[in-house]
């Protein structure tokens, strides 16, 4: 099985991990990690490394984190570079997560990873569809 960390800026990671639960039910090896104001890089660096060796055992790590560029993306980057089988998706949202939980147990890290990134943009839609032109 693959394990889940979700992580972002202030309460982002617990926030859609909390979401998940609510859809999903409580779920194993999924953990979530909030980057904090008064938080160093090498603060985050040490909570993401504690909360991947509390997740083993797993097949691998996918990480989600909230936007590339950011502090969560790079440590996240970072770390992955170390390990095998690992996969990190910037950009996270709801149906994304949901579809890597899903599917897990039954797919490569490469292949969740695109799986999570096709189900995060076909969860995107405007309301109407298509959206309405205002008349002027």
């Given at each position: 099985?693959?394990?889940?960390?979700i992580?972002?800026?202030?309460?982002?990671?617990?926030?859609?991990?909390?979401s998940?639960?609510?859809?999903?039910?409580?779920?194993?090896?999924i953990?979530?990690?909030?980057?904090?104001p008064?938080?160093?890089?090498?603060?985050?660096?040490?909570?993401?490394?504690?909360?991947?060796?509390?997740?083993?055992?797993?097949?691998?790590?996918?990480?989600?984190?909230?936007?590339?560029?950011?502090t969560?993306f790079?440590?996240?980057?970072l770390l992955?570079?170390?390990m095998?089988q690992t996969?990190?998706v910037?950009?996270?949202?709801?149906?994304m997560?949901?579809e890597?939980?899903?599917?897990?147990?039954h797919?490569?890290?490469?292949?969740?990873?695109?799986?999570a990134?096709?189900a995060?943009?076909?969860?995107?839609?405007?309301f109407?569809?298509?959206?309405?032109v205002?008349?002027?």
């Amino acid at each position: 099985m693959i394990g889940i960390v979700i992580i972002g800026h202030g309460a982002f990671a617990s926030a859609l991990k909390s979401s998940v639960e609510l859809i999903a039910g409580k779920q194993p090896k999924i953990a979530d990690i909030s980057f904090e104001p008064h938080d160093s890089t090498e603060d985050l660096e040490k909570k993401l490394k504690d909360v991947v060796a509390g997740l083993e055992p797993v097949t691998g790590i996918l990480f989600f984190t909230d936007l590339v560029g950011g502090t969560p993306f790079k440590v996240s980057a970072l770390l992955s570079r170390e390990m095998e089988q690992t996969g990190v998706v910037a950009g996270a949202n709801l149906p994304m997560i949901l579809e890597a939980l899903f599917e897990r147990e039954h797919l490569t890290i490469s292949r969740a990873v695109e799986k999570a990134i096709q189900a995060g943009k076909e969860g995107i839609k405007p309301f109407p569809d298509p959206p309405c032109v205002p008349i002027v």
